[in-house]
C-alpha cells in the first residue's frame, strides 16, 4: 500500500506574529493590519485535507520540538539563546521581519520538529513520501538570525539531523517559493553532500539575494543552483524550469532524498508574489518529482510548507500536492484552477526562456 506521511500539529498554529502587515510595524501613514503570515492558511489547508477525506488516507505524524543539540547543527549558541530570551520576553525581532512573541521560540521548534519527524518517517521506511505543515516557515532563517517570517532553518536542522542519524551522502533540496532560500543556501554552501537548488522571483526578497552566480564555494561549487524568473512568470516557465532544470540536475546528482521547500506563494492569488501558477501546477511539479525519486531514491520525497500568503487559495496548491504524493482522488475542486490557466501569457514567453537556458547551462558542474 502506497504510505503518505502528514506531519502537523496545532501548536504550530499559535505562533503569533503580532498585529503588522508586510510592513515592519504600524504607524504613521500604515494603519495597523493583520499579519500576512497568520495561521489561517495552513490551517485552511488542514481543513480541506479533512473535508475531502484525504487526511484519513495519510498517515498521521507528530514530531517533538526540535532539540537544541539539533539545532546547533546549524544555528549559533548566542543565536537561540536570544530567541529564547525574546520568546519569554513576550515580544520581538529575530533579525528582519521574523517577529516574536510569547512561546514563538517553543512554537517554531515545534515546526523544525515536523520537518524532522516527516524525513525519519521516509528513511525509516514508516511512509514512502511525507508531507510536513510547518509553521513557522525556515527557509529565510540564517546561521545567527530570523528573517522574512522565519525563525529557524527547518530544512537544514532536519536535513543534518537525519544525516548526523542515517547513512546519507547526498541529498538534494528542491525550494520553490517564490522567494529566495537564502538560508538553505548559507546552510550548504560550501558542502558537496546536499544540492540545493532554489527556483524564485529574481530579486524579491531577500534582495540582492538568489543570483545564478551565487554557486557555493570550495568543494561546495556547483552545489548552489539558482534559477531566478522574471515577475509574471506562469504554468509554462515553471514546468520548463522542472523539466529542463531541476530534474537534469537531479539525474546527474542522484541524491539519496528528495526535499522540496514547498511554498506556494508563487500562485496567481497570493499577495506577496507576482507569479501565476495554478494549484495543477503544484501537482504536475510534484509528479514529476514524484517520477524522479522512484527513479533515484526508491521514492524517498519530502515536501515542508513555506510560504504561500492568500488563505483562500493555498489550501487547495496544498491539497493539490498532497493528492498527487497519496496518488488519490478527491471530488475537492479547485475554482479558479482552470479560470487561471486560461489567464494570458501562461506559456513560456520568449523573454522567459534565457533565464532558464542560463541555469540549465550551469549542470555540468554538478557531479
Excluded at 546549524?74 to 529575530?94: C, N, V
Excluded at 520537518?115 to 532563517?141: F, K, T, W
Excluded at 546536499?194 to 552566480?213: Q, T
Excluded at 510548507?305 to 500536492?321: K, L, M, R
Aim: proline share 6%; aromatic share 8%; charged share 20%.
Amino acid at each position: 500500500m502506497h504510505r503518505t506521511g502528514f506531519a502537523f500539529h496545532e501548536h504550530c498554529m499559535w505562533h503569533d506574529t503580532g498585529p503588522c502587515s508586510v510592513f515592519d510595524a504600524p504607524g504613521e501613514f500604515v494603519q495597523p493590519a493583520p499579519a500576512v503570515e497568520h495561521p489561517e492558511s495552513k490551517r485552511r489547508l488542514r481543513n480541506l485535507l479533512e473535508m475531502s477525506g484525504l487526511i484519513d488516507e495519510l498517515v498521521p505524524l507528530k514530531g517533538e520540538p526540535a532539540s537544541e543539540e539539533d539545532l546547533l547543527r546549524f544555528h549559533t549558541a548566542p543565536y537561540l539563546d536570544r530567541l529564547a530570551e525574546m520568546s519569554e520576553r513576550g515580544f520581538g525581532d529575530a533579525g528582519e521581519s521574523a517577529p516574536i512573541r510569547k512561546d514563538s521560540y517553543t512554537i517554531a521548534r515545534r515546526s523544525t520538529g515536523q520537518a524532522m519527524i516527516a524525513m525519519e518517517a521516509v528513511l525509516s521506511g514508516q511512509c514512502d513520501n511525507a508531507y510536513a505543515l510547518c509553521r513557522p516557515p525556515g527557509h529565510h532563517a540564517e546561521r545567527d538570525r530570523g528573517r522574512g517570517f522565519c525563525l529557524l532553518g527547518n530544512i537544514p536542522v532536519a536535513i543534518m539531523a537525519m544525516m548526523a542519524r542515517h547513512s546519507l551522502s547526498r541529498v538534494a533540496v528542491i525550494d520553490w517559493d517564490v522567494h529566495h532560500g537564502n538560508g538553505t543556501q548559507q546552510a550548504f554552501w560550501d558542502r558537496d553532500d546536499v544540492l540545493a537548488i532554489s527556483l524564485h522571483h529574481d530579486n524579491n526578497y531577500p534582495l540582492d539575494s538568489g543570483h545564478s552566480s551565487e554557486r557555493g564555494s570550495g568543494q561546495g561549487f556547483g552545489y548552489t543552483l539558482n534559477l531566478p524568473l522574471p515577475a509574471g512568470s506562469g504554468i509554462g516557465a515553471y514546468l520548463t524550469a522542472i523539466d529542463e532544470v531541476v530534474v537534469p540536475a537531479l539525474d546527474r546528482y542522484r541524491p539519496e532524498l528528495i526535499v522540496v521547500a514547498c511554498g506556494f506563494d508563487a500562485s496567481a492569488m497570493d499577495p506577496l508574489g507576482c507569479m501565476m501558477l495554478n494549484s495543477s501546477t503544484y501537482a504536475e511539479m510534484t509528479r514529476q518529482l514524484l517520477d524522479a525519486a522512484h527513479r533515484l531514491c526508491s521514492g524517498r520525497l519530502v515536501m515542508v510548507h513555506e510560504g504561500g500568503y492568500s488563505a483562500g487559495y493555498v489550501p487547495f496548491c496544498g491539497h493539490a500536492v498532497i493528492q498527487t504524493l497519496a496518488k488519490s482522488q478527491t471530488e475537492a475542486q479547485d475554482p479558479l484552477n482552470d479560470e487561471i490557466a486560461r489567464w494570458g501569457q501562461q506559456s513560456l514567453q520568449d523573454h522567459q526562456r534565457p533565464w532558464i537556458d542560463q541555469a540549465a547551462a550551469l549542470l555540468a558542474d554538478i557531479r
